[in-house]
């Protein structure tokens, strides 16, 4: 007659399977709870680093095969969840805030801002509780792009703005605080205070990312955001064009001497791909430009999103695509961007060992 099976046994064949993000086993990474043995039935919770991870069947397949291949287990029940791990959180500024995740470029015109917004529905779709912060200070677009023409409310009691939200994110712009058509004329502490101020006089409540779209370049916005709270990482927009991807390098360079991790280059308006006769264009550089660029700098290339004209009608309407046109190649790629931004943020987390569990929110996903 087999033997029943073990607790330790269980663990140890669990052990033996390794996140590829995280470069540890699933036991070692806090990612298996709740294990119960009961006869010859193993039970257990995998819990992932966030709910946007590009592994989770991959993973969920693995921990089964390597129960299933223990001497007398004949049926394996998995409950799999996910708890974003917090790069930062009891900040006098972001004190709920688990991730803030700055989205740069070198130059303007490589659609960074639309980029932003919808790797921002991205992860909200994914389930995380998710908000965008608009630091654009002379040329906000958040407001456009998510058709924001209300002034955001102000809680009297904490003294703090009210978030708007839109296809589940939480949403600040200064261009929500100013009278239409207004110029900001500001110098740099001016510029320093507002930043300041949107990141402390707005309710943000819990969150699991906050995503800061960043003015293009290099000056007192971006380095304001990096000197007031701890950043998981950046996110470096870019065009396969040279000239975008020289600037890009050195807004990639600033950060790094700040010492925030860069999460990657993704290469906007990467191709064209004619709605008459289907061929495929590289209006901007030439193909591969951007990924080759990547490689060379030793940071991770995070995809091509192509440019089409439905992004702009759109952007236009105030519906950023990923929730236009869910099934779209372009709403694709947004998608599979923001997988691994959140695998991304979460090595560096886990690398940081903050994982603390007062510090995360749970979020269910269940198979039997």
């Known amino acids: 007659m087999t033997d029943l099976p073990h607790k330790e046994q269980v663990l140890a064949a669990l052990d033996a399977v390794i996140d590829p993000e995280l470069q540890r086993s699933l036991v070692a990474a806090g990612m298996i709870q709740e294990l119960r043995v009961d006869g010859r039935r193993v039970s257990f919770t995998l819990e992932l680093t966030t709910p946007a991870c590009p592994l989770r069947d991959t993973l969920r397949n693995a921990a089964e095969e390597a129960v299933r291949a223990l001497p007398g287990v004949t049926d394996v029940a998995i409950n799999v969840t996910a708890r974003v791990r917090a790069n930062q959180g009891g900040e006098a500024l972001l004190p709920d805030v688990r991730n803030v995740i700055a989205v740069a470029s070198g130059k303007g015109g490589v659609g960074k801002s639309t980029v932003a917004a919808n790797l921002a529905v991205a ?46 994110v939480r949403l600040m712009s200064i261009g929500l605080l100013l009278e239409e ?150 709403a694709e790629a947004f998608r599979a961007a923001a997988g691994k931004v959140a695998a991304q943020a979460s090595v560096a987390a886990v690398l940081r060992g903050s994982c603390n569990r007062s510090e995360t929110t749970d979020y269910a996903d269940s198979s039997d």
């Open 123 to 168: 992860l909200a779709q994914s389930g995380a509780q998710t908000g965008l912060l608009d630091l654009d200070i002379y040329g906000p677009s958040i407001p456009l792009l998510f058709d924001l023409r209300e002034q955001p409310e102000f809680d009297q009691e904490k003294k703090k703005l009210i978030p708007l939200v839109r296809h589940g």
């Open 181 to 330: 058509g207004q110029a900001v004329i500001w110098r740099g502490p001016m510029v320093a205070g507002a930043v300041q101020q949107l990141l402390r006089d707005v309710e943000w409540d819990a969150l699991d990312y906050l995503v800061v779209d960043l003015p293009p370049g290099t000056g007192d916005a971006p380095l304001s955001l990096a000197q007031l709270v701890p950043l998981s990482g950046v996110i470096i927009v870019t065009t396969a064009q040279d000239a975008a991807l020289t600037i890009a390098t050195k807004a990639m360079r600033l950060f790094q001497t700040m010492h925030v991790p860069v999460f990657g280059i993704i290469e906007n308006m990467s191709t064209f791909v004619c709605p008459g006769c289907g061929q495929e264009t590289q209006i901007f550089g030439r193909h591969g430009a951007a990924e080759e660029e990547a490689k060379r700098l030793q940071v991770p290339f995070l995809g091509r999103v192509p440019l089409t004209p439905e992004i702009v009608v759109d952007s236009d309407r105030g519906i950023p695509t990923i929730a236009a046109r869910p099934d779209s190649p372009q």
